[in-house]
C-alpha cells in the first residue's frame, strides 16, 4: 500500500512539478491517510517495511528498510500523518531539496500556486495544485 502511494503520486505531480529546475532531490513523504482506520494500516504496514525514527505531534517518522526508487532519487524517509480531514484531497505530499534556494523563491514569489513558510529553524515553499501538494525547502 505504501509503495502504491508513493508511485501514484510521483505520477500525478510529475506534470505539474517538471518546470521547477532546480530540483536536487526528494527528501520525504507525508501519506495522508482518509481515515482512522487507513491510518492504522498504515503504521502496520510501516512497521514491517521501515523504522520508526520519530513521534511528533503531525505523525510517525520511518525510516525505509530499503528505500523506493523514485523519478527524483532514491526515497528513505516517510512520515505517516495522523488523520486529518482537510488533507482529503491529496494521498500524499513530498518534500524536495533543491539545487538554488533563491532562484527557487524568486521563481515562484508571483506564483498564485505557491505559499511561502518561515519558521524558527526552517523555511519552506508549499507547490499546490488540484493534482499535487508539495513542498521545497
Not at 536536487?24 to 510501516?46: C, G, M, N, Q, V
Not at 532519487?73 to 518534500?95: T, V
Not at 505557491?114 to 525547502?137: G, H, M, P
Request: glycine share 2%; hydrophobic share 35%; with cysteine.
Amino acid at each position: 500500500m505504501i509503495r502504491e502511494i508513493v508511485k501514484l503520486n510521483e505520477k500525478r505531480i510529475k506534470k505539474d512539478i517538471r518546470e521547477i529546475e532546480t530540483l536536487k532531490r526528494i527528501d520525504f513523504i507525508d501519506i495522508f491517510p482518509t481515515s482512522i482506520e487507513h491510518r492504522t494500516k498504515l503504521d502496520e504496514e510501516a512497521r514491517k517495511i521501515a523504522k520508526l525514527v520519530d513521534s511528533t505531534e503531525k505523525g510517525n517518522f520511518y525510516l525505509l528498510d530499503k528505500p523506493i526508487k523514485t523519478k527524483w532519487g532514491d526515497l528513505y524517509f516517510l512520515k505517516i500523518r495522523f488523520f486529518n480531514e482537510s488533507r482529503l484531497n491529496y494521498e500524499a505530499a513530498p518534500d524536495f531539496e533543491v539545487e538554488n534556494w533563491d532562484e527557487l523563491k524568486k521563481l515562484t514569489k508571483n506564483d498564485n500556486r505557491c505559499s511561502f513558510f518561515e519558521r524558527e529553524k526552517w523555511q519552506a515553499i508549499e507547490f499546490k495544485t488540484d493534482n499535487c501538494l508539495v513542498y521545497f525547502f
